[in-house]
């Protein structure tokens, strides 16, 4: 998203009416965000893991 249009859909959320929800992204794209937010901590996890089993089959893990 451009800075322009960001700068736009931020003032347009600021000037909605009390009680209104208006979100800066559309679902698909926040869906997008979460999704990808979670494979990364997911593949984060197994690597580490990963890590840990090479050095414990070598006896470096306490």
């Known amino acids: 998203m ?4 960001l700068t736009l859909s ?3 959320a600021a000037a909605a009416a009390p009680g209104t ?3 800066l992204l559309p679902r698909s794209l926040f869906n997008l ?14 690597v580490i893991l990963t890590i840990w089993v090479i050095e ?4 470096k893990v306490w």
């Open 33 to 46: 965000v979460v999704v990808g937010s979670i494979a990364g901590l997911v593949l984060a996890t197994l």
């Open 21 to 23: 929800t208006q979100w």
């Open 56 to 59: 414990w089959r070598g006896g």
């Open 2 to 5: 451009p800075l322009p249009a």
């Open 10 to 12: 931020l003032t347009a």
